[in-house]
């Protein structure tokens, strides 16, 4: 059912359980980045997976290739149930994927679906989006990105980044999606 429903979001379609191949799962996650490499250019698509939380994090992040030069963009729409923010940056060192949260009393967590669309492909930039949400006991936040990886080199390496310290109950999983 899950895989039914991510199949919707990320594709427009409902793609069936066997679209979805398992390349690599962390769980738990420890230190401050997990890196997927060698990632093989034979699905159409990919989509990680960020299950858990994180105290102290305000950001989660990723950087492609290890590219840590200025070649992100991004574009974010944030909603806390009261308030709406929206902004777009250019000149970024990675896609920053969710706010995260500086608040140390979360409980409940976040999850974060990220689709990085024809990865693959040498001959265009890389687009990638992501949706997060956040549990704050009561209070909470949504969140849209859409990003541009200034670069026309196939992803085969991921380096999902967060600038806090991971709890226990997480895990980050990479799926690649079958054409």
């Given amino acids: 059912m899950l895989n039914t429903l991510l199949g919707t979001l990320s594709e427009g379609v409902a793609a069936s359980t066997s679209s979805y191949e398992s390349i690599a799962t962390y769980n738990p ?13 034979t699905y159409k698509s990919l989509q990680l997976r960020i299950l858990g939380f994180a105290l102290t994090a305000n950001y989660f992040g990723l950087q492609f290739n290890g590219d840590t030069g200025a070649n992100y963009t991004r574009h974010a729409l944030i909603g806390d149930g009261s308030t709406v923010t929206a902004f777009g940056n250019t000149g970024r060192t990675y896609c920053q994927i969710s706010s995260g949260s500086s608040n140390p009393s979360v409980t409940n967590g976040y999850g974060i679906i990220v689709d990085l669309i024809d990865y693959a492909s040498s001959t265009k930039n890389k687009t990638v989006r992501s949706s997060s949400g956040l549990d704050a006991n009561g209070s909470g936040e949504m969140s849209l990105w859409s990003h541009l990886w200034v670069n026309t080199n196939a992803i085969t390496s991921i380096t999902v980044l967060t600038d806090g310290t991971y709890s226990t109950g997480n895990s980050i999983a990479l799926y690649g999606i079958k054409g």
């Fill in 29 to 41: 996650v420890t230190g401050s980045s997990v890196t997927f490499s060698s990632i093989a250019g």
